[in-house]
């Protein structure tokens, strides 16, 4: 059975960025880490609250989000 990861946005946490559930760890963040050549090992070392599932959710958040962006009204 695969993992559910949860994204949120809590009012006052980390700007209202979107974050783990029950972290405060923004995808932002993890997506910033990706982008300057981190791997999911070393993310995963550095924040051993996040597991490969909570990256992989970073990776779908951002194609969601560009796909709405770049999709007409």
Same mark, same amino acid.
């Given at each position: 059975m695969?993992?559910?990861t949860t994204i949120e946005v809590r009012s006052g946490v980390r700007s209202d960025k979107p974050v783990?559930?029950?972290t405060r760890?923004?995808?932002y963040d993890v997506? +910033?880490?990706l982008a300057a050549g981190m791997t999911?090992?070393?993310i995963i070392?550095?924040?051993p609250e996040l597991t490969e599932a909570n990256v992989r959710a970073a990776l779908k958040f951002a194609a969601d989000r +560009?796909?709405?962006l770049s999709t007409p009204a």
């Open positions: 695969s993992e559910v783990f559930a029950g760890i923004t995808v997506l +910033e880490y999911v090992d070393q070392a550095d924040f +560009e796909r709405r």
